[in-house]
Nanobody, 121 residues
Framework: QVHLVESGGGLVQSGGSLRLSCAAS????????VGWDRQAPGKSRELVAG???????NYADSVKGRFTISRDNAKNTVYLQMNNLNPEDTGVYYC???????????????WGQGTQVTVSS
């Protein structure tokens, strides 16, 4: 089993910053492509940021220049640094990871339980 646990969400004023963390645990061989999605109230879940094993990143247009995704492979942890937050960034943030499992040729996609981010104006 693979578990992803997010932390770092909370309430922040517009213009503020938060750093989300996502720690992976369990019986896996590798953590490959990782990412963060968010779901705003009344909206569909959207990809906010992604990071591949070779260091390539992609971001939603709405967060480019403000959010940064990174990872610490030694700690099996993924981060999302969010700066200059605005009320439109409010939502539940979910981390996900493509995980290599023994005996499987394709990655298993693991998801965290989500962490709430609320930005007040």
């Amino acid at each position: 089993q693979v578990h992803l646990v997010e932390s770092g969400g909370g309430l922040v004023q517009s213009g503020g910053s938060l750093r989300l963390s996502c720690a992976a645990s369990g019986n896996f061989i590798s953590i490959n492509t990782v990412g963060w999605d968010r779901q705003a109230p009344g909206k569909s879940r959207e990809l906010v940021a992604g990071l591949t094993t070779d260091g390539s990143t992609n971001y939603a247009d709405s967060v480019k220049g403000r959010f940064t995704i990174s990872r610490d492979n030694a700690k099996n942890t993924v981060y999302l640094q969010m700066n200059n937050l605005n009320p439109e960034d409010t939502g539940v943030y979910y981390c996900h990871a493509g995980v290599g499992l023994r005996g499987y040729t394709t990655d298993y996609t693991a998801w965290g339980q989500g962490t709430q981010v609320t930005v007040s104006s």
